[in-house]
């Protein structure tokens, strides 16, 4: 080979090392989670390994040496890259959540002719007079469009007497949103036996809650994540009840988190983000107003406890099964040994025993959901929600997570969903990536007293609810405002005073 042929080669592969050097430094600045310290080791590196190729490409007897050394820094660094790309990828899909979908429901009894909505257009359709109006009005627009006409309909106090009233058939449609529909199973055991869906109509709406301003000092300034868990499989965006209803409380300076539970049956007013009543003053259960949108169930128990919640992360059944799947199982710790029995046919029997169990996507489930196995109930599992969030947390910040890494970027659109942007997660990770601090976990419950009465959501029927303690709930505010306001070690750190005063309201 002639020596101008090879001093063309060996300045193709310089360039080559060259462009694939740069192209990863700026994949590295662009995701943004890489700690400063670590990027300019990478940088370091990349300009020796470059110098390297330049000087085997001029010393003759080590060229071909230089050459395989650059197809292989080449094929580590396309590694890297596409890693870094999919974590930029992952992060885009899963931050700034915007959209929520409201599955509004036509049934008929099971025995009725009808097959669709055109053959029931004659019919009398019966609805709820103010709840959740909004929704269903735009699903009868929709029926309209279909079937060429305006549908009769008949306005009910709630899904109870409107249940009631397809049973008497009084109707033979009962419209409502699908977030109704587990309350209604309560009340009538064989409904899903006796019903049939002729039709359903998904209404998506943005949603309005966004990051707040400060969001750019996540990693220097405490929070407030709203964890929510809603009780339904498939889709994220699906409205429905939210049965786990958990604060975490982040100081990023004193490395310290504190996670609160509050019952799903609490009977309280339900308010929206901004502070507006949503159910007129009417008291309702907490569970209820995942129905009316995460914004209502973050203003109400921002009333609740008398805080701002800066962000929200919303999961279902099918999320929380695989998350614990993709990362290997976890280790969860049980205060107490009980078998889980869930469902109609007991699908899900499963024993734990007090201390640490392992446990599957499955099996991590039902310990999560069980609650009517439990002597303490609702309240022993919310202790269960937080002991789960510890195990997952613990399993994501270990070395052993390395292994699931991919496919847990691949799914972690269908994971959850939050308002937190792509900088303030990748600022947190950045954080955690440089000092690798281990957290100090603390959980602390909202206790109550069960009894029964009218909500919001069922003004005709009496319904458990859990009475809310007082007592307990200034006891959390503190101890929030405490996590809120505690400082690191090092005194030169400020930290913002954000103490509020005592919720004070009558409920």
């Known amino acids: 080979m002639s020596k101008l042929l090879e001093r063309k080669l060996s300045i193709v592969f310089i360039i080559l090392q060259l462009l694939f050097s ?22 370091t590196v990349c300009v020796i390994l470059l110098v390297y190729q330049v000087l085997s490409q001029i010393a003759n007897s080590s060229y071909i040496i230089g050459r395989v050394l650059c197809v292989a820094f080449c094929l580590f660094f396309s590694f890297g890259g596409y890693y870094l790309y999919s974590t930029y990828h992952a ?23 009808a097959k669709s909505l ?45 249940v009631d009233a397809l049973y008497a058939k009084e109707i033979q449609v009962a419209v409502f949103n699908q977030g109704f529909v ?14 049939r869906e002729l039709v359903k109509h998904e209404i998506e709406t943005e949603v309005e809650e966004e990051e707040p301003d400060y969001a750019s000092e996540v990693t220097t300034k405490p929070f407030i994540v709203y964890i929510s868990g809603i009780d339904v499989y498939g889709k994220l965006a699906k409205n429905s009840r939210s049965d786990v209803n958990i604060l975490a409380i982040v100081n990023p300076l004193t490395k310290k988190l504190l996670l609160v539970s509050t019952p799903r049956d609490y009977f309280v ?36 406890y008398n805080c701002d919640i800066d962000y929200y992360v919303r999961v279902n059944f099918s999320s929380v099964k695989n998350i614990i799947n993709l990362i290997g199982g976890v280790e969860v710790y049980s205060d107490v040994a009980f078998t889980s029995v869930l469902g109609p046919n007991k699908w899900s029997k499963y024993k734990f025993e007090k201390g640490y169990n392992k446990v599957d996507g499955k099996k991590g489930l ?16 919310g202790r ?22 991919p496919a847990l970027l691949k799914e972690s659109k269908k994971m959850f969903q939050t308002n937190m942007s792509m900088d303030s997660i ?22 109550g007293t069960g009894t029964r009465a009218y909500t919001y959501s069922m003004p005709s029927v009496s319904l458990y609810v859990c009475q809310p303690d007082m007592n307990s709930v200034k006891k959390i505010t503190k101890k929030i405002n405490k996590y809120l306001n505690d400082k690191p070690e090092d005194e030169s750190v400020k930290v913002e005073d954000t103490t509020r005063p005592l919720n004070d309201m009558g409920y």
């Open 22 to 43: 740069i192209g990863l430094c700026i994949l590295v600045f662009k995701v943004g989670f890489i700690p400063t310290k670590y990027a300019v080791i990478l940088i």
């Open 91 to 113: 992060m885009a899909q899963i931050s700034g959540a915007d959209t929520k979908i409201d599955v509004i429901t036509y049934y008929v009894l099971q025995d009725d002719p």
């Open 118 to 162: 055109a053959d029931a257009k004659d019919y009398k359709f019966g609805i709820l007079k103010d709840i959740d109006r909004e929704n269903t009005d735009k699903a009868l627009a929709e029926a309209k469009s279909e079937v060429g006409k305006d549908l009769t309909t008949v306005e009910f106090v709630d899904s109870s007497t409107l």
């Open 182 to 195: 587990n309350t209604i199973k309560e009340q009538y055991k064989t409904f899903k036996k006796d019903t």
């Open 269 to 304: 007013p339900l308010y929206d983000k901004k502070g507006k009543p949503r159910s007129g003053g009417a008291r309702d259960k907490l569970t209820h107003a995942g129905i009316y949108g995460i914004e209502v169930s973050m203003g109400t128990l921002q009333k609740l």
């Open 366 to 381: 039902a310990f999560c959901r069980e609650r009517k196995n439990l002597a303490n109930g609702d309240y022993q599992r």
């Open 384 to 405: 269960d929600h937080q002991h789960m969030i510890e195990a997952i947390l613990n399993k994501v910040m270990s070395p052993s997570i390395l292994g699931d890494y």
């Open 426 to 447: 990748s600022s947190l990770c950045k954080m955690q990536l440089d000092d690798m601090a281990k957290w100090k976990i603390s959980f602390i419950n909202a206790a």
